[in-house]
């Protein structure tokens, strides 16, 4: 709200013609018990020296009427003080005035006693929140007119921010109702802010996408900024900090300018698009930070000037360059934004015009800046889900145009063999010319042909890299950290071996059969002994596991194997769960129920694909089921031999899949991970390979009770497709 008051005091300066003279005095009566002190029913009277005590100011009488809707001042030094009169004509003698702008440094107000003489009411924000009269941000005093009498009441006002004073007059029962209107208009506003945060917050955790990270800073700094300004902030968390309280709505402006720059910056791709604009986003962002140094030096005053300017000048900038790349670059997102800065930049307008005047004082105008933030906040959340619909609907087309360039391809292939076809039926006189293009595009045919099959190979290998390297590094460290400790012992025993030979040549043996046994003693012969065998045998055991691990890895890839041959798919199943060793989870338990089964002729890398591929996912549905991880999982696979075909079961315990996501699972591109986490060519990949070797897959599936693939390969096909 108080951002946009230097808009407001240049509208008001060109709006504020002499208006009518209305009744000096507030009557509140039982048809109208609440009542707004508008238009010359307060008086003011500036004290730039602030010396003035209630005395000289009651008897110097140079009151000027206020002949704005609600008195209004812009940031001075000056001490203000206002006059009110109030006649009651109800049968209530407990008035009350509610003065609605919460952030007044220093308020005093004074009431006369039944003698004559005046009291003094001393509150605002610099001081002790407990002495207040009310419970309230807004500042409430009793009035205490009797029924049928007339008073007259007195304001000093001082405050390093521009001033406004609001104040309602009526019965305890309407102040009282309007209060409550203020908490619930607030509390709304509030819960708006909090669900918008916090749901952006999961959606950043989802996608990822740091548009959502920088509107979750500007929501966070709008609210920030509006509780300050509405009171909220002082009156339930610093109202014990002065120092914090007297800075506060600096330091809101401050953040919300930054917020608000940083979040349009990244919204609409300035930099990229506008390097021009970036420049001046930078300049802005750069002198709101400078200006908040000065508010942590105390030049509060100047430092709120400066914002007002910056903040003016960030919202004419912000729509401009938001007009220019809605219209001139038709981009749909800078449309968006502009329609939720306009509906903001209008409820400014409203809360303007509705303090000169233009549009009445009422609970709509008066939170009208509450109102155009929240929806601005909700109008940009649908932008951003728009964005992220905008980025679907481009990765769909973009596939849908590889797909279709891949299905022209292979269509204007067709035609030109065709085309070939015709050209050697034609023209036998050109036999040998033509037979050495077929033989050159068939050549080529071949080459392109090796190249696929190369890269399905390494897509899958690729994968495995890192766990095969994990794998060999354990048994290679085993046989290079156990050679210096088996060095060492061979040494020591060579040592003794030596003693033995010069043993030999001395005359006297006891003695040397003394030192040679105490030797012994010392070096602990036995131990020695044992600890060879353990090194020995963990050297063996690492180069066993190295040799399985190799060994594994040349029965999965099959890199020097290009035909057709008969091999077994227990090999291919074992060597799969050798390679994934390392990506098992603990609490998953491996089942092997391995049936008789002939070895079945196939392309044994291809086959190996197909088990790696399904395996992967089956561990990758029990890692996303969401139980607890010592919770036992189990992955079972099954072997045997069906009306002579051989039936692999690869059953998980993981999330399951819905009717709708297993039609779909085979269809190239399709995946249920998110973006940047999966390529959906894995179980299309799979079914390819299946339907080559003349065989064919089922699955078994329902959410939440794991996954069952059964793959049928026929036993002998000699005919398979090149």
Wanted: glycine letters at 6%.
């Amino acid at each position: 709200m108080k951002r946009y008051i230097l808009l407001y005091l240049l509208v008001s300066l060109l709006l504020s013609a002499h208006l009518d003279a209305r009744a000096d005095t507030i009557t509140v009566t039982s048809h109208k018990p609440l009542h707004l002190a508008v238009y010359g029913q307060m008086q003011y009277l500036l004290d730039p020296t602030d010396t003035l005590q209630l005395a000289h100011v009651m008897s110097q009488g140079q009151f000027k009427p206020v002949d704005k809707q609600i008195p209004t001042f812009p940031v001075t030094t000056n001490v203000i003080w206002l006059r009110f009169t109030v006649t009651n004509q109800t049968q209530e003698g407990h008035l009350k005035t509610d003065i609605t702008y919460p952030i007044l440094d220093e308020i005093d107000f004074y009431y006369p006693t039944e003698n004559g003489n005046y009291n003094v009411v001393e509150s605002g924000d610099l001081r002790p929140f407990k002495k207040r009269p009310f419970n309230h941000q807004n500042f409430v005093f009793d009035l205490n007119v009797p029924a049928g009498a007339t008073r007259t009441f007195f304001l000093r006002i001082q405050t390093k921010e521009p001033i406004l004073v609001p104040a309602y007059i009526g019965t305890e029962k309407e102040i009282l109702n309007e209060l409550n209107k203020d908490d619930l208009f607030l509390a709304l506003y509030i819960g708006v802010i909090l669900v918008m945060f916090f749901y952006n917050i999961f959606i950043f955790f989802t996608t990822r996408d740091w548009s959502y990270f920088y509107y979750i800073f500007y929501i966070a700094t709008v609210g920030f900024t509006q509780i300050c300004l509405q009171g909220f902030g002082y009156r339930y968390w610093w109202h014990d900090s002065p120092w914090f309280t007297g800075q506060s709505v600096q330091w809101g402006g401050v953040l919300s300018g930054l917020g608000v720059l940083l979040f349009v910056k990244n919204f609409l791709h300035v930099r990229s698009k506008a390097p021009w604009a970036d420049k001046v986003f930078w300049f802005f962002i750069l002198a709101y930070s400078a200006t908040f140094f000065l508010v942590l030096s105390g030049q509060l005053s100047l430092a709120y000037n400066i914002i007002d300017l910056l903040a003016l000048s960030v919202v004419v900038f912000i729509l401009i360059f938001g007009l220019i790349r809605a219209i001139k670059f038709k981009e749909r997102l800078a449309r968006i934004f502009l329609f939720a800065w306009i509906v903001f930049i209008i409820s400014i307008m409203i809360f303007v015009l509705k303090d000169v005047g233009l549009v009445p004082y009422n609970i709509f105008t008066s939170h009208i800046l509450l109102i155009g933030s929240a929806v601005e906040v909700v109008l940009l959340s649908f932008a951003l889900a728009d964005k992220i619909n905008t980025y679907k609907k481009e990765k769909e087309e973009s596939q849908a145009q590889a797909l279709q360039a891949s299905r022209e391809n292979e269509k204007l292939v067709r035609e030109q063999n065709v085309v070939l076809e015709e050209r050697v039926a034609e023209r036998t006189q050109q036999l040998v010319e033509t037979n050495n293009d077929l033989n050159t595009a068939l050549v080529s045919l071949k080459d392109t042909q090796a190249q696929l099959v190369e890269k399905e190979k390494m897509a899958s290998l690729g994968q495995l890299t890192a766990g095969i390297a994990h794998e060999i590094n354990n048994p290679i460290n085993f046989v290079t950290s156990n050679i210096k400790p088996l060095k060492l012992d061979i040494e020591d025993i060579k040592t003794l071996l030596s003693k033995y030979e010069q043993l030999e040549k001395q005359p006297e043996l006891q003695p040397a059969f003394k030192e040679i046994a105490a030797f012994k003693k010392e070096i602990d012969i036995s131990y020695i002994h044992e600890e060879i065998t353990s090194l020995l045998k963990g050297i063996e055991d690492g180069a066993l596991r190295t040799a399985e691990i190799v060994k594994g890895l040349r029965t999965f890839s099959r890199l020097d194997e290009s035909d057709v041959k008969f091999v077994d798919l227990h090999e291919g199943l074992d060597s799969t769960l050798v390679l994934l060793r390392n990506a098992i989870p603990q609490n998953v338990k491996v089942i092997r129920n391995y049936g008789e089964l002939p070895k079945v002729e196939c392309y044994a890398g291809k086959v190996n694909q197909v088990f790696m591929n399904i395996i992967t996912n089956a561990l990758n549905a029990i890692k996303d089921n969401g139980k607890n991880s010592h919770e036992e999982e189990c992955l079972v696979i099954t072997t045997s031999q069906e009306n002579g075909m051989a039936r692999i079961s690869i059953k998980d315990s993981g999330t399951g899949m819905t009717p709708e996501v297993k039609e779909k699972i085979f269809e190239p591109f399709f995946t249920t991970k998110d973006v940047g986490e999966g390529t959906g060519l894995g179980l299309s990949i799979v079914f390819n390979i299946i339907e080559k070797h003349k065989g064919h897959v089922t699955v078994n599936t329902a959410p939440n009770e794991g996954a069952e693939f059964i793959i049928y390969l026929p036993l002998k096909i000699t005919h398979l497709p090149n």
